[in-house]
């Protein structure tokens, strides 16, 4: 994650559903089995951003990585 203030809160919703904190800038969800997932991360200024992907069973791991654009969230 970058351009964004941690920590970043990363959850996701799926054939599993989890949740964590994570103060790097990337995070790896690791053993999910195959299937749609939507992924949020959102970081300490509120700033959120959403994904939808299709994770191939069989694949070992998911690695976020997110962008935060400069939009204005998080300012005053």
Known sequence: MTNGTP??????VGTVEGFAT???SFFT????PGG????T???ANGCTDLASITLVEGTPSLDVVHTVSNN?????
């Open 7 to 12: 920590p970043y809160q990363i959850s996701w």
């Open 29 to 32: 969800i690791p053993n999910l």
């Open 36 to 39: 749609g997932y939507q992924v």
């Open 72 to 76: 204005g969230c998080g300012t005053e």
């Open 22 to 24: 994570s103060n790097q």
């Open 41 to 43: 991360v959102q970081d």
